[in-house]
């Protein structure tokens, strides 16, 4: 009723109050605001920088050792010894000691601070008598840096009342190193620098609860979340999680926020020793709620609505108002009695209702700064439920602060209005228990995990991390073993047999007419009707699937079942009374002798069928016609898989004399010099030869870079290679705890597709851990990213080493011709290939570097071993 009588307090109190849709609208600024400090192109001018931390993991309990935390506050020096026991980080062992700093330090040379700081350390060191052996330092530095590496960081500007000289600009990580070496403590290495928000972070991470964001509200305020790494476009880390560090303090320096700025706020901004700036921390923090209220009394006295009669004068003092006092106002039970001694403190002498007045002010300003704070709290968690696609964010908040941890109103107020403006998320406030010391030893120690896993992981990847002088030697090797399959002599002991096609010429475009073809040797065996016409290739074609057993039968049972499949399909397709001429893709190494003669040397893919190494394929085939009855077949090309594919594409692009597939397996052919194929007479011209460099290596020529070709590149061994290595890195404990996996001892179990799913760019890590939760492996975020990486490195390697294979491929082909350049297309074939994000990018690059007087264009064959085989008669 006091209030509602008197329309000025009423309005003041109105000023004061910001209501719910106006809150709604600053937090959509501030995610703006957010965005644009995340943005690399944006950075420089946002006001909420989102500065990168490069803390980029939590603890995961298994922390252990000594650790020394110097924490630099307002205006003392906290030294921190914590002992970590690596048993879930329970019980953490603290000591510390608290060294008051002069008063003008703060001003003075910065020399003169770090040199303080680091006597601190020393007589802290000296009270403990600490071992001498390695101890690493973390630094708590509340101040804006922009951190490069999370020991390595320049200070932007002091606030906070600092104003050292010739710090501004420096590596504050190396002005303490130094500091420390002067006062000849060289055990001491300071490894991690934090702002107080991270430190809270992980204080409230400890004991098994993790904590990705924190809020701190003191005499200023800040806070921090963990990000995906890759929207922090600041920092060049790509993979896992970054903490960021919002200082959104300086949020509204642009002017969003002066609609929602009081009177009051204007003249604390214009009196404050920084006008303009961190306008939200001066609607926010402790510093300025006093002086907020201060102004607020003095004009509501002016309007003669308050303290009628005394003198109000000392209104008039800056800072005569404590924000502590304030605090002490807004209590309900003795609030008023306080306002009352405060009050007659500064000389007035308030009456009962002049007491009430001011503690209605009082709480305006304390849930004022609440209810912001909730906006900038529920800005923070709906950009991460929307940055990890999620439709429900759970998250723990650790919160710091005297205005937190004093005020169960601010408490209140913060965690209701965050839950209105961020109805999507749950966030579970924790309040900080001892400052930011135990969080900041709980970072360093975490870098000094990670730091160690880091050498070992990189120790076990090194081999398959190919230089270029590797994959130089690999192009060297492949070519020597091209060479000696080509020759007449030396063929028979070469890995790679360099097979002759008898496939002439690549269509030119005038092929006309109707084919059969089939298609044996890939996932799927297939017959077609391909129709050749002016206006383009049509086809038809049926699936039909060959039983294991029947792979691995007798091959007479094998080709009668290949006769009755195309019998059905001529019967499906109305094809019966019609001898079409066929091409046969047969994607087994052959020997051949003619266009329709081939000899099988060996299966490969999983194939078996008795009876038939040794024999023309064409010749099983007629026979097996011949027991079926099937009169009507005339085969007149058995054609490699590769070979189909660069026919196919061949014909749309004149320039196409290269076939590759990396599927199943891997292989390649290309348009060689008659003269240089041996093996068949004739010097005219060129003809096509399949390489069947799947076998390079099997004569040893890899052995130092492990396995054969075809197992370090195609589908078929990819994912095996990737789950070898996660098993060794959980023998090494450095994965999934070293907790044994049984189900990924099984083989086969890690599919190459997975690579494909993993390595996406478009899928954000979470969906990482969702795969390997179906292997019933439970991964970390830290665990998803080290499997991301191994997938990287295995395909990475694959695409090189294809890129060394087709180096050598086109480099002889431009030296068979006496070109200075040479522009040829490959036609490629192959689900990684199509399927895998980044294979054929890499495989692209690496051959650009490795044969740079090459011009290599990738055409990606539709349907090769179909088309191709048509073409291959055709043509
Ligand atoms: P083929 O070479 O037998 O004709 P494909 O070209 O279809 O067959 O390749 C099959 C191979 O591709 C399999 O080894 C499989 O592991 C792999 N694979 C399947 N899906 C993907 C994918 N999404 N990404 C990468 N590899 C894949």
């Known amino acids: 009723p006091a209030l509602m009588s008197c329309p000025q307090v009423q309005r003041a109190l109105l000023a004061l109050t910001v209501p719910l849709e106006m809150l709604q609208a600053v937090k959509g600024r501030m995610l703006q605001a957010m965005r644009k400090g995340l943005s690399r192109q944006t950075h420089a001018q946002a006001n909420v ?60 040379k910065g020399e003169a601070l770090f040199d303080f700081i680091a006597q601190c350390v020393r007589q802290f060191l000296a009270g403990i008598s600490s071992p001498q052996h390695r101890l690493p330092l973390g630094f708590v530095f509340p101040f804006s840096c922009r951190q490069t590496q999370l020991d390595k960081a320049e200070l932007i500007s002091w606030s ?125 923090g402790s510093l300025y709620l006093g002086e907020i209220v201060r102004h607020a009394l003095t004009t509501l006295a002016a309007e003669k609505v308050l303290f009628i009669g005394s003198s109000v004068a000392v209104l008039r003092t800056k800072d005569v108002l404590k924000t502590q006092q304030v605090l002490e106002i807004i209590d309900n039970e003795e609030g008023m009695a306080k306002a009352r001694s405060a009050l007659e403190a500064l000389g007035l002498q308030p009456s009962e209702r002049d007491c009430c007045r001011v503690q209605q002010i009082c709480r305006a300003v304390v849930s004022r700064a609440a209810t912001l704070c909730a906006a900038g709290l529920a800005a923070i968690l709906s950009h991460m439920c929307q940055s990890r696609e999620l439709e429900r964010l759970v998250v723990n908040v650790g919160v710091d602060g005297e ?50 896993q880091r050498r070992e992981v990189d120790q076990l990847l090194a081999p398959l991390r190919l230089s270029r002088t590797d994959l130089e030697r690999v192009q060297a090797l492949m070519r020597q073993e091209m060479e000696l399959g080509l020759g007449r002599e030396s063929n028979a002991n070469a890995s790679v047999r360099m097979l002759p096609t008898y496939v002439r010429g690549t269509p030119d475009g005038t092929e006309r007419g109707e084919f059969l073809a089939l298609d044996l040797g890939g996932t799927n065996f297939r017959v077609l009707v391909v129709r050749i016409a002016q206006d383009g290739i049509r086809m038809a074609s049926e699936i039909y699937v060959i039983p294991t057993a029947v792979m691995q039968g007798t091959g007479e049972a094998l080709f009668n079942h290949i006769i009755e499949c195309i019998m059905d399909f001529q019967l499906k397709q109305d094809l019966m009374e019609q001898v079409l001429p066929l091409g046969f893709t047969f994607s087994f190494p052959c020997q051949q002798l003619g266009l329709d003669k081939a000899v099988l040397l060996s299966w490969t893919k999983g194939f078996s069928a008795s009876g038939c190494v040794g024999q023309d394929v064409v010749q099983l085939l007629r026979e097996a016609a011949q027991r079926k009855q099937h009169l009507g077949l005339k085969v007149v090309a058995v054609v490699n898989d590769t070979v189909g594919t660069m026919m196919s594409c061949g014909y749309d692009d004149p320039k196409c004399e290269i076939g590759l597939i990396v599927g199943t397996g891997t292989n390649a052919c290309y348009m060689e010099e008659m003269q240089n194929v041996e093996l068949v007479e004739g010097d005219e011209g060129r003809m096509c030869v399949n390489t069947e460099w799947g076998a390079f290596g099997a004569s040893g020529e890899l052995d130092e870079f492990l396995l054969e070709f ?135 690059q690496m051959l650009q570097d490795l044969a740079p007087n090459c011009t290599v264009t990738f055409l990606r064959s539709e349907d090769g071993s179909g088309k191709g085989a048509a073409l291959v008669a055709a043509v």
């Not at 390697?797 to 890129?803: I, V």
Request: net charge negative; charged share 20%; with cysteine.
């Open 403 to 452: 205005l937190y941890r004093g005020y169960t109103r601010f408490r209140e107020i913060l965690q209701s209005v965050t839950g209105l403006l961020a109805p999507e998320c749950t966030a579970t406030l924790l309040p900080s228990v001892d400052g930011t010391g135990r969080g900041a030893a709980m970072v360093t120690a975490v870098a000094l995990r990670l730091a160690t």
């Open 710 to 844: 075809e197992k370090l590149i195609s589908g078929m061994y990819l994912g095996e290679i990737v789950r070898h290595i996660l098993l060794a890195l959980v023998e090494k404990q450095l994965l999934f705890r070293g907790k044994p996996c049984p189900k990924l001892q099984t083989r086969d179990i890690f599919q190459t597709k997975f690579l494909s799913t993993i390595e996406s760019d478009k899928l954000a890590l979470r969906q990482v851990r969702a795969i390997l939760q179906d292997l019933e492996l439970q991964a970390s975020f830290e665990d998803s990213v080290l499997v991301r990486e191994v997938c990287q490195t295995v395909s990475l390697r694959a695409a090189q080493l294809c890129a060394a294979g087709l180096a050598a491929v086109v480099e002889k082909m431009r030296e068979n011709r006496g070109l200075a350049r040479l522009a040829v297309t490959v036609g490629v074939d192959g689900t990684l290939y199509k399927m895998h994000p980044h294979f054929s990018q890499h495989l692209q």
């Open 160 to 284: 906070k009342g600092f104003s050292c000289s010739d710090v501004e600009g420096k590596d504050v990580v190396q002005l303490l190193q130094s500091a420390i070496n002067k006062q000849e403590l060289y055990h001491v290495d300071v490894v991690a620098l934090m702002n107080d928000t991270v430190g809270t972070m992980m204080t409230c991470s400890m004991g098994g609860t993790p904590c990705e964001v924190a809020l701190v509200v003191d005499t200023g305020t800040n806070s921090c979340f963990m990000a995906e790494a890759q929207q922090v476009e600041m920092a060049e880390e790509t993979s896992g999680w970054m903490c960021v560090n919002t200082e959104w303090g300086c949020f509204g320096d642009d002017g969003t926020l002066s609609d929602i700025l009081t009177p009051y706020d204007q003249r604390v901004d214009q009196e404050s020793s920084n006008p303009g700036e961190k306008r939200f921390e001066k609607l926010v």
């Open 49 to 108: 920088r989102m500065l990168p931390t490069y803390i980029c993991s939590m603890p995961d309990g298994t922390e252990k050792g000594d650790l020394l935390v110097v924490e630099l506050c307002q205006s003392h020096v906290r030294t921190l010894w914590v002992t970590l026991l690596g048993d879930g980080n329970q019980s953490p062992q603290v000591m510390y000691k608290i060294f008051n700093m002069p008063g003008d330090i703060t001003q003075g």
